[in-house]
């Protein structure tokens, strides 16, 4: 497996939120990695993009369209991925 630097900030977006991972993965942008801190935190990390920002900014102002059931599958995907990452009971 290829080593993935957390900060490379020219080339990946870091985004800890899932909704707005969820939008990205919808609106066809490409999830690189996912690192998870803990059970109930991770931080998604997509190939950079100049349209992103503008995608979050829509995002909180409301006025991204896209499809309900994209957006639902995409998020239900990821916390499913998510899920999986679960470290076994000690």
Known sequence: MKYLSLEDYENHRYLPDLDIASLLIAKNYEL???DKISDNKA?????????IDDLIEGYWQ??????PLKFA???RSLKARLYAMKSPLK
């Open 73 to 75: 599958n995409a998020r």
């Open 43 to 51: 931080t998604f990390v997509f190939k950079n993009a100049k349209e």
């Open 62 to 67: 409301d006025t991204v369209k896209v499809s």
């Open 32 to 34: 690189v990695f996912i």
